[in-house]
């Protein structure tokens, strides 16, 4: 392949390109992974998209936000890639951005990009591959990414270490009770959406908002917020309301954070949580050498029959393992 | 330390020695880390307590159980420890048997043994360590080995693999609903045991119990099951009813995997999988060595400020490291 003729293409829009370099990163073959980190360094860094991260469990109508959303900033001339991580798609095969038609008419948008969630790996996979396509697609010019997860475990923490601006989205409760989102999750958000603020559920949606904004007073205050964030807003992806306020919402926050130097702190803090799980990651990798993975059976068939105590073993193997077997 | 002295005393039953053990084993010091290898090596392996795991979420009445469950046990002549994985304990110190206060009774049992939760680490840690504190209570000749986990996150499946025996406590449902527990959960469950079925909430309790022998009905026969198992029955932790006949179950549990083979099996393949998780621990270790650490911070730093690839920085360095590094 050549990788040079990938980037140029990449860096010149073209789709087929960007979604050939998706496709690389995203294999496991150790081919493709030296083919993958030849194209990640061959790209230009300069331009910056906004990358906006986007958590909500299923039913809070994160399909429809996004599509709405996405058409409102295609309308404004912007360029939009809308990016997963589906934490869940190793074992059901993905049950988000599975299927384009849930936003068919972002996915018909020429200036709308829509890749699903990498499958057939653990989220630390995932997780690394689509932190690679948001750099794959920041070299294509988009102006937007936006990284979609599902609010099941620890998939938000990714996704909220690949983002600039972090959105919780949430549907009006029923009671007036919290709706057992963890703390940890609450304290990523910049922005907590409650989404359906529509018809009969409107009432509902305004005390959802309200109870989380009285929750967010709560929090200990972070420094990379302004006055008046994290924040707490309603929108209804369905009758498209609200969405230009929560636009200009991630824009002033984007805004006073690229001022007043979070935006780049936040984004080298981020390169270096990466690097350090791809270091960790390549570690591991030595496992999977045809001559380690061997070795391996072997001590774990002792380890099985009690002959060797799985600590003692484990340190053994790793003080032999050496070049010759990785 | 003396460490074959110590390994005496542990098989001789002595608390004290028992204790000291324990406490090697939860040190992250390497030189301690270093004893603890060996004192697991030389430790007698012929011993095998009945490891049950217990889970529940905070609430469900937990300490309660266990104290009434542990008194029923010491009272038939057997020798009980009680072991805490606690995930949250690295944040807060530690929300479960931080307290030997709660179990009052059992703790001043001759023929008990309460260890709370190993804190100050991330799970994989405190659950290697609570592996290991196992090992150790089994040489010093304990007949039940309880290891206790807040059912939140990934816990249950830690303690799940270093039981032989998983109960899934719950506490009486509400409505005629589930109580949110995740089919992963239930999956590992032997024996899902209703709790408080006693007073007002004793047709609640009946209902819970009969929803989830429903529930459980649903799901695939594993091989390691007599039949009627998985189950799920009501006791009384305050009453102290339906004690002696959760021990009857889980009796006729072990002894039916004991008969068909399955309970060496699950232990053979538990020994596996900590011997694999100890594996990857030991290579995650060689990063904290100083000369790697100092490596480590200086191309971390080269990525934060861009002037390197993340997952380029990492390959190389993972290819350079060698044992002058380590």
Same mark, same amino acid.
């Given at each position: 392949m050549d990788i040079d003729k990938l980037a140029k293409g990449i860096v010149a829009g073209e789709r087929r390109a960007l979604a050939r370099g998706i496709t690389l990163v995203e294999s496991s073959r150790a081919d493709h992974r030296e083919q993958a980190t030849a194209l990640l360094a061959a790209l230009p860094k300069e331009h910056e998209a906004l990358r906006i991260g986007l958590s909500g469990t299923p039913g809070v109508g994160k399909s429809t936000l996004i599509e709405s959303f996405g058409m409102m900033l295609i309308g404004q001339g912007l360029r939009v890639a809308v990016l997963a991580i589906d934490p869940s798609s190793s074992r059901s095969g993905g049950?988000?951005? @599975?299927?384009k038609t849930r936003m068919d008419l972002l996915a018909r948008e020429r200036a709308a990009f829509i890749r699903p969630s990498p499958s057939q790996t653990h989220l630390g996979g995932v997780a690394r591959r689509t932190r690679e396509a948001v750099t794959l697609c920041e070299a294509a010019g988009f102006d937007v990414v936006l990284i979609e997860t599902v609010g099941? @475990?620890?998939s938000e923490t990714v996704v909220a270490e690949m983002s600039d601006v972090f959105l919780l989205l949430l549907a009006p409760a029923?009671?007036?009770?919290?709706? @057992?989102?963890?703390r940890g999750i609450m304290e990523m958000a910049d922005i907590i959406v409650v989404n359906?603020?529509?018809?009969?559920l409107k009432p509902a949606a305004s005390r959802t908002c309200a109870d989380y904004a009285g929750a967010l007073r709560l929090l200990r205050k972070r420094?990379?917020?302004?006055? @008046?964030?994290p924040k707490a807003m309603m929108v209804s992806a369905l009758e498209e309301n609200g969405l230009s306020e929560a636009w200009a919402e991630v824009q002033t926050l984007a805004g006073w954070r690229k001022d007043h130097g979070f935006w780049q702190r936040t984004r080298a803090a981020q390169a270096r949580y990466w690097f350090e799980q791809a270091v960790k990651h390549a570690l591991l990798a030595q496992l999977e050498a045809p001559k380690a993975k061997a070795a391996l059976a072997e001590l774990s068939d002792l380890v099985a029959q009690g002959l060797e105590d799985p600590t003692k073993a484990a340190l053994d193997f790793v003080a032999q393992l050496d070049r010759s077997l990785a």
């Amino acid at each position: 392949m050549d990788i040079d003729k990938l980037a140029k293409g990449i860096v010149a829009g073209e789709r087929r390109a960007l979604a050939r370099g998706i496709t690389l990163v995203e294999s496991s073959r150790a081919d493709h992974r030296e083919q993958a980190t030849a194209l990640l360094a061959a790209l230009p860094k300069e331009h910056e998209a906004l990358r906006i991260g986007l958590s909500g469990t299923p039913g809070v109508g994160k399909s429809t936000l996004i599509e709405s959303f996405g058409m409102m900033l295609i309308g404004q001339g912007l360029r939009v890639a809308v990016l997963a991580i589906d934490p869940s798609s190793s074992r059901s095969g993905g049950s988000i951005l @599975g299927d384009k038609t849930r936003m068919d008419l972002l996915a018909r948008e020429r200036a709308a990009f829509i890749r699903p969630s990498p499958s057939q790996t653990h989220l630390g996979g995932v997780a690394r591959r689509t932190r690679e396509a948001v750099t794959l697609c920041e070299a294509a010019g988009f102006d937007v990414v936006l990284i979609e997860t599902v609010g099941v @475990g620890q998939s938000e923490t990714v996704v909220a270490e690949m983002s600039d601006v972090f959105l919780l989205l949430l549907a009006p409760a029923g009671g007036d009770e919290l709706q @057992g989102v963890k703390r940890g999750i609450m304290e990523m958000a910049d922005i907590i959406v409650v989404n359906k603020a529509d018809g009969d559920l409107k009432p509902a949606a305004s005390r959802t908002c309200a109870d989380y904004a009285g929750a967010l007073r709560l929090l200990r205050k972070r420094l990379q917020d302004p006055d @008046g964030f994290p924040k707490a807003m309603m929108v209804s992806a369905l009758e498209e309301n609200g969405l230009s306020e929560a636009w200009a919402e991630v824009q002033t926050l984007a805004g006073w954070r690229k001022d007043h130097g979070f935006w780049q702190r936040t984004r080298a803090a981020q390169a270096r949580y990466w690097f350090e799980q791809a270091v960790k990651h390549a570690l591991l990798a030595q496992l999977e050498a045809p001559k380690a993975k061997a070795a391996l059976a072997e001590l774990s068939d002792l380890v099985a029959q009690g002959l060797e105590d799985p600590t003692k073993a484990a340190l053994d193997f790793v003080a032999q393992l050496d070049r010759s077997l990785a």
